[in-house]
């Protein structure tokens, strides 16, 4: 009972709902239990319909740029939901240490190719900064 009252009290703060069913990318790290304290980055990218291949392609050779600091935490792409939807997950220490690592993939060559091939491809994106609660492995 104590759970159908809970159920029915979180039903009326629920504004919204969306789910999406997500894969992984296979050129990515999968996501490994670290240390922290970390922030994290889930960067949202919205493609134009047809273009994942070209922009998985793009990122398979891009991913090397962004593994130094060991910051890619995850790559996944919607299967089921909002088609031609990808996730990036970043960690960092801080937003400094973000910026200066965003930063530094500039200053690699072939970074800014990547940058230049992706972007064409992309109809919305969305960055959000996120901490991670006690009980998260991803600290």
Do not use: C
Not at 103 to 117: C, F
């Amino acid at each position: 009972q104590e759970y159908l009252d809970f159920r029915k009290e979180r039903s009326r703060m629920l504004l919204s709902r969306r789910n999406q069913l997500l894969l992984e990318f296979s050129f990515w790290n999968e996501p490994q239990p670290r240390q922290g304290p970390n922030i994290y980055e889930l960067r949202t990218y919205k493609l134009k319909p047809g273009t994942m291949i070209e922009w998985g392609n793009n990122w398979a050779r891009a991913i090397k740029y962004r593994q130094e600091n060991q910051e890619a935490v995850g790559g996944f792409f919607s299967h089921i939901g909002e088609l031609y939807v990808v996730h990036h997950l970043w960690a960092y220490r801080d937003l400094q240490s973000r910026e200066e690592t965003r930063n530094a993939a500039w200053r690699k060559r072939g970074w800014d190719e990547n940058v230049y091939y992706t972007v064409p491809l992309i109809r919305t994106m969305e960055s959000r900064i996120m901490i991670p609660l006690k009980i998260s492995p991803l600290q």
